[in-house]
């Protein structure tokens, strides 16, 4: 069995590969097994990928299957203590692999771990997609050690420690195998987005711990498949998100997290439209709550399982203030001035 397997899920990606895979093979051969998991692209990913990288082993699926369900079908191929799921248009550093794998070896309480995560575009920047590790606010949105929402910080060292995190990106997600596979792996009926939040939420409930570790750095570009702008993109977080606390939150807080959240999703769709102008954004937030209404039935089994394992009742990387509030009223944007 191979120590740890790099596993990059591909889906007309060509160019991204060409530019920033060989930055993989250069600083990972010694210590990694690289693969290429194509979602059956249509571009010229495949013929490129045989011609001009052959050390990479190619696992080729039958469609499109999305990040989430793309990822468990090819992980279900690959054989390794580690799994290393990384987006195509990542650009890794000398030495990045040896601080994740050193402490994950030490730590057989931690089951996940990401990177420091910054900005290709802007190199003194976090990254918005997990920038230095990711946690929850008592309603559900997302925000990073150097993010919260769309306020990113420049990286002058302010979380260079490692540190116990809700969430790792998984645009650079580091799991046990035995783990993955304990725990179900990723959602696949999220198809792409909130998926690893939910992945790592789970594992975090079952009593293992998550990590950010940011001796090691890597560079991502971001939105190279649906561009943060996309409507299908606020579709799916919105979607995405309202499963997963359905999924994850106690029984004592579900209703009136829920409660909150229709008043609060309507709100940003009619923000969407009046201040930003985009009809697209509005429509995309009403078919979210209609399409979670709809397949909410669907994981009343994945809930009641969820919450007859759960180790923790709750856990303290899922915060107590609402995000909105300290952020939009108390003027709190960056993360060391939250509570």
């Known amino acids: 069995m191979e120590k740890l397997a790099i596993v990059i899920l591909n889906w007309n990606g060509a160019q991204m590969l060409r530019q920033y895979l060989p930055s ?183 009593g293992y711990k998550v990590y950010c570790l940011p001796e090691s750095v890597v560079y991502h570009v971001g939105g190279g498949t649906l561009p943060k702008s996309n409507p299908m993109k606020t579709y799916l977080n919105f979607r995405n998100n309202l499963t997963m606390l359905y999924k994850c939150l106690p029984e004592e807080d579900l209703k009136r997290v829920m409660r909150w959240r229709w008043w609060l999703d309507y709100l940003a769709a009619w923000e969407m439209l009046l201040l930003k102008r985009s009809l697209g954004d509005f429509k995309a937030v009403y078919r979210a709550r209609r399409a979670f209404s709809r397949w909410r039935k669907d994981f009343r089994d994945d809930r009641e399982q969820i919450q007859r394992s759960r180790k923790l009742k709750d856990i303290p990387e899922r915060r107590r203030f609402s995000l909105l509030w300290q952020y939009y009223v108390k003027g709190r944007k960056h993360y060391s001035d939250l509570p």
Not at 87 to 111: C, G, K, Q, R, Y
Request: hydrophobic share 40%; proline share 3%.
């Open 24 to 206: 993989v093979l250069r600083y990972s051969r010694d210590e990694a097994t690289v693969y290429v998991a194509d979602n059956a692209s249509t571009d010229d990913s495949v013929p490129m990928l045989q011609a001009h990288f052959p050390d990479v082993k190619l696992i080729l699926l039958d469609q499109n299957w999305g990040f989430a369900e793309g990822y468990n079908k090819a992980l279900a191929q690959v054989e390794a203590e580690y799994y290393l799921l990384l987006n195509s248009d990542i650009e890794v550093t000398h030495h990045w692999l040896t601080p994740l794998i050193e402490f994950m070896d030490a730590h057989d309480d931690v089951a996940a771990c990401q990177p420091k995560l910054l900005s290709m575009s802007n190199r003194d920047q976090f990254e918005y997609a997990g920038a230095s590790g990711g946690f929850l606010d008592r309603y559900g949105y997302p925000f990073c050690r150097g993010r919260i929402f769309d306020t990113i910080e420049n990286d002058n060292g302010q979380y260079d420690y490692p540190s116990e995190v809700l969430w790792a990106t998984g645009a650079a997600l580091l799991v046990r195998a035995r783990t993955y596979n304990n725990i179900g792996g990723l959602d696949g009926r999220f198809f792409a987005h909130c998926e690893e939040i939910d992945f790592c939420w789970r594992l975090r409930l079952s």
